[in-house]
């Protein structure tokens, strides 16, 4: 029983707060009419249809990096996508086209071999191109499609003194969870390294990583740096498509502690969940999410006297409940010893969860759930074998 709310939430279960969804909706509106702009939805942080409505009431439309993502967005945002994908085939680019209003192309190559049968078919869809500003602002080298030798978009060099004829839009994307600082860095780079086509263009496509909901993003920094831009190109359609900032903070991942193991000095409370299939960025980004009622402590410190978080009895790994060995993570101090049967809540597990969950080892996938401004939760998925066994068909 969830003591916030009174209700039965079964565990382990995605719940997502809608007063914080309409939090995050109601500040990217605020951005976009600032600076007329159009922010989109990105599809690959966060696609759990049953809540577009709520979306769609503010006037979001949405992105699609694959064909699934597309028709999606088609059918359940009612709206076709802005779609970029790195790379096309011919079977797929069909239904591209049926959904999409935009395409982006990651190469030359893909753009001279596609675009013609875009522009036979007569449908009002605009092509552009990815960009690489070869400026890494992001960390962690799986997330940076800026690296050396990257895979994404086409560098300055590449893209030559002429634009091929066609070609209505940029669409650059080397962020991931930053600041508007950051994008300021990377636009002084695009207008370097690519300036000279930018007065052809249509639109240009910042994409994503703006996280504008998080506490202390500089939004008023953020609108002054658009409108600065539009100003310097009036003849560009301006899109950003972030995709946790519309989700950052609206909702947690409940789950439950079923057993206590011990081996030396060290203490794994394993949960009903899985990080490896449930979790994947803690493992990948890596980052150690927050734990409601506990104090992340990478090396177990003694404990403050004054933070009521006595012993370090009280330090937990948590771990998984896949066989794989380094599904854990840890270590977190608690108020007081886990038991089996605890319930822990891990906060922020909205954004790239649902979407990048796994079956690996057949484990359950969590419950999906929507707690209402009223307070009242609706399930909105229970998973079964069949899920399982379905995928396996």
Not at 154 to 172: K, R
Not at 257 to 286: Q, R, W, Y
Request: aromatic share 10%; charged share 20%.
């Amino acid at each position: 029983m969830d003591t916030k709310t009174g209700h039965a939430i079964p565990s382990p279960c995605y719940v997502m707060e809608e007063s914080a969804l309409h939090r995050n909706l109601l500040l990217i509106k605020h951005v976009s009419i600032q600076t007329g702009v159009d922010i989109l939805l990105s599809f690959k942080a966060f696609a759990l249809w049953k809540t577009f409505p709520i979306i769609k009431a503010y006037g979001f439309a949405s992105t699609a990096s694959s064909i699934h993502e597309a028709r999606l967005a088609y059918e359940e945002m009612g709206s076709p996508a802005f779609s970029y994908s790195p790379a096309y085939t011919d079977e797929n680019i069909g239904l591209f086209m049926k959904y999409s209003s935009h395409i982006t192309f990651n190469s030359l190559a893909q753009f001279q071999k596609f675009q013609p049968r875009i522009v036979a078919s007569g449908k009002p869809i605009s092509c552009g191109l990815r960009i690489n500003p070869e400026i890494s602002i992001v960390e962690t080298s799986l997330y940076d499609p800026c690296a050396p030798g990257s895979r994404m978009g086409i560098t300055a060099q590449n893209l030559g003194d002429t634009l091929l004829e066609g070609v209505e839009g940029f669409h650059f994307h080397n962020l991931c969870e930053s600041t508007s600082y950051d994008l300021e860095k990377t636009l002084k780079q695009v207008k370097e390294r690519f300036g000279g086509f930018l007065k052809q263009l249509k639109w240009l496509n910042m994409g994503g990583g703006h996280l504008m909901t998080k506490k202390g993003y500089n939004i008023e920094h953020l609108i002054a740096l658009l409108k600065s831009f539009k100003i310097e190109y009036p003849n560009l359609q301006i899109i950003l498509e972030p995709g946790s900032a519309f989700v950052w903070e609206t909702g947690y991942l409940l789950t439950t502690v079923v057993d206590i193991v011990e081996n030396g000095n060290v203490k794994t409370a394993i949960i009903d969940a899985s990080f490896t299939c449930h979790l994947p960025d803690c493992l990948e980004m890596p980052y150690q999410p927050a734990i409601l009622g506990a104090i992340r402590c990478f090396h177990p410190p003694k404990p403050p006297e004054s933070d009521g978080f006595k012993g370090q009895n009280n330090v937990y790994r948590i771990g998984g409940c896949s066989c794989l060995s380094g599904d854990w993570m840890g270590n977190w101090r608690f108020k007081k010893p886990l038991v089996p049967g605890d319930r822990l809540i891990f906060e922020d597990m909205i954004h790239y969860t649902t979407v990048k969950t796994n079956m690996f080892n057949g484990i359950p996938h969590p419950s999906i759930a929507l707690q209402h401004t009223d307070g009242n939760i609706e399930l909105l998925r229970n998973f079964t074998y069949e899920d399982y066994k379905n995928r396996m068909d």
